[in-house]
């Protein structure tokens, strides 16, 4: 069996020890909450896991309807409703439900979507049973593959127009499809390479499935931490008696068998758990990183279309350009690349797409600049009042605490579609508001407590933690009031 060790380099007692999953074996009660609850769900999923094939073809053709049949149809008319519209209403499946749906999904089930719904993920697996089969390459397996593959799917889907026309679903999801595929048939042995590697999704619900209430732990734990494991049974490639960490699974239950005293069980725990306990679960550096920067690139796509600032810099460097003779700019540029749709009104040119990269990567770098500035802040505090470990461990562990925050303001900024049709349904606009300001208040709530806890596991006293909390409350705060025209309206 290949398997490569993935933890940092820390290390400590309690990480490789046989924790207290062992309880299988000696037959005292299911660790973790509610275990009459994990025994049912385990039993059922367990049980019924041999119709899953069924349920991604199904999601696997519905996902084929919803992206080609808008193309054939006429524009929708203005007054058009989910209900009496084919292709507002899969606009209202893919941003009012999906999106939203399966982000809070992961609060409460963690990688579900992944094992249980997605078509893209089973279309790769497929492919590869029939495929090449060939060693996954180094560039793939490279951390930052699906960082690169997250910024560039969303500002592709900003810049055709995603939300808006049924080209931009089909060519960013169908896209995606075809990637997902092509990566199957071609690259490892019984596995998703594009799943563990390279989907730009997979690694955003991998973060947040760190604060989720569902975890697949070892029945009994070897020791050696977290381990990559080309081959075995798991189709992301962990090492299954070693697995500390839940980013990666994405819960097909295929290591999971009731009667057996090998394999994983479900384990039900507190929301944030993991992360609270970050050191114990395999901490990682680029998962970080892609916090700080998937959460800026997500608001750049956000206030390019409301902040005034987006428009004062368009006519700048619109202006500058004709000054220089660069008249191409104000050419529209292919399909494929940017919005050409003058049928809806909308046809980007050079000018648009290089404004709405540059806006983007410019609020990624702003926003992963401010999060990295705090959280190194926390971590030297940390490091002066007495916390343990390097200050680039404290930094990584500390950096989780933005998760929260992360994962609301994302909901919120690009699931706003759900929350219009709440209001369009009869919900007063301003109670919604206020439960979306709420949500954001509860989310850095809840990234306190957590950052609280981590300094707590870095052996900080209770009184010092209140100095190393405060560069991380700042970075929460820096998060939520740049979301905020996403609470209340441009
Ligand atoms: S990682 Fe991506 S492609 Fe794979 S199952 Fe999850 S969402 Fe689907
Ligand atoms: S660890 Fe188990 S449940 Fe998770 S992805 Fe691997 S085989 Fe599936």
């Known amino acids: 069996m290949v398997i490569i060790d993935t933890r940092s380099g820390r290390g400590g007692a309690g990480a490789g020890a046989l924790g207290p999953e062992i309880w299988f074996r000696s037959g005292t009660e299911r660790p973790g909450l509610f275990p009459g609850l994990a025994r049912v769900l385990e039993a059922f999923f367990t049980r019924y896991r041999k119709f899953l094939p069924y349920v991604h073809a199904a999601m696997f053709v519905a996902f084929l309807v919803a992206i080609i049949v808008p193309l054939f149809l006429p524009l929708p008319p203005e007054d058009a409703t989910p209900l009496n ?65 997250f910024l560039i799917i969303t500002i592709l889907g900003q810049t055709v127009g995603v939300r808006d026309h049924p080209l931009g679903i089909a060519e960013v999801f169908g896209g995606t499809l075809l990637a997902a595929v092509t990566m199957g048939f071609i690259y490892g042995r ?7 590697h390279a989907c730009p999704i997979g690694l955003l619900l991998g973060v947040f499935s760190r604060l989720g209430a569902v975890q ?42 009731p009667s057996s005293p090998g394999g994983l069980f479900l384990r039900l725990r507190a929301p944030g758990e993991e992360v609270a306990k970050i050191r114990d679960h395999n901490p990682n550096a680029a998962e970080v990183w892609f ?21 004062t810099w368009r006519m700048a460097l619109g202006t500058w350009a004709i000054d220089h003779n660069m008249f191409w700019v104000g050419e529209p540029g292919p399909w494929w690349l940017m919005s050409v749709h003058p049928e809806a009104r909308e046809v980007f040119t050079w000018l648009d797409f290089t404004m709405i990269v540059g806006y983007m990567l410019g609020w990624a770098a702003l926003l992963a600049a401010g999060l990295a500035l705090a959280t190194g802040l926390s971590s030297w505090i940390a490091g002066r009042l007495g916390g343990e470990g390097s200050f680039r461990a404290r930094f990584v562990e500390l950096g989780y605490q933005f998760a929260p925050v992360a994962m609301v303001s994302l909901l919120l900024g690009l699931g706003g579609k759900l929350f219009d049709t709440v209001v369009a349904a009869g ?11 709420a949500l954001l208040a509860g989310a850095t709530l809840w990234g306190l407590a957590l950052g609280a806890r981590i300094l707590a596991r870095q052996g900080v006293s209770f009184y010092s933690r209140m100095f190393a909390l405060a560069p991380g409350l700042a970075g929460s705060i820096f998060i939520v009031f740049s979301w905020w025209p996403a609470v209340v309206g441009a």
């Open 190 to 196: 019984k596995k998703r390479a594009w799943c563990r």
């Open 427 to 437: 919900a007063p606009a301003a109670l919604v508001g206020d439960f979306k300001a």
């Open 216 to 257: 697949f732990a070892p029945k009994s734990k070897h020791p050696g931490g977290d381990a990559y494991a080309e081959r075995g049974i798991c189709p992301t490639m962990i090492s299954i008696p070693r697995k500390e960490e839940s980013r990666h699974c994405i819960e097909c239950f295929r290591c999971v068998k």
């Open 291 to 311: 916090l700080f920067v998937g959460t800026g690139a997500a608001l750049g796509g956000f206030l390019w279309l409301i902040l005034p600032s987006y428009q």
């Open 85 to 149: 519209n084919f292709t507002v209403a899969v606009n209202f499946a893919f941003w009012g439900i999906w999106f939203p749906l399966v982000f809070l999904s992961v609060i409460f089930t963690g990688r579900s979507w992944c094992g249980v719904l997605c078509p893209m993920g089973a279309a790769s697996e497929w492919a590869n049973k029939v495929g090449l089969q060939r060693q996954i390459p180094r560039w793939i397996k490279w951390e930052g593959t699906p960082i690169v593959s």
